[in-house]
């Protein structure tokens, strides 16, 4: 499903506005390569996963805070306790207080868009990426 011209790293660090998370997953343009030098930022981004067992309170607070102020575009806490994907959009930038303006929750039955690049690439079931 994803597009050509982008790549998947699990745990690889990135580099955000005083920040360099390593999110669980990542949707970074370009091919891995590229990045031998160099680690990617907030413009290379499509999409950050966390996903959150005993974390949830962090993924939801002060790491969804790092990204909304990074202008990533695409946040996904991928629930394990409650058994859903939560999705973060239109994130507020660089801010006193960033955050995303819109958040959906994609309960185990729903399909998931999944939005690289500002286009939808396809749709996922909860249910199928939930262990």
């Not at 507020?92 to 500002?118: F, N």
């Amino acid at each position: 499903m994803l597009p050509a011209g982008w790549h998947v790293p699990s745990q690889e660090p990135i580099t955000l506005l005083g920040s360099e998370p390593e999110p669980d997953l990542a949707v970074i343009r370009g091919g891995i390569r590229q990045y031998l030098d160099h680690r990617p930022s907030p413009q290379d981004v499509g999409l950050i996963v966390e996903v959150a067992d005993a974390t949830v309170r962090r993924d939801r607070g002060s790491k969804k805070r790092v990204y909304a102020r990074s202008s990533i575009a695409v946040y996904w806490v991928v629930n394990l306790v409650e058994n859903r994907i939560e999705v973060y959009t239109d994130p507020t930038g660089p801010v006193t207080k960033p955050d995303y303006r819109q958040r959906q929750v994609y309960g185990l039955s729903d399909m998931l868009p999944v939005v690289i690049g500002g286009q939808e690439i396809g749709r996922l079931v909860v249910r199928e990426l939930l262990p």
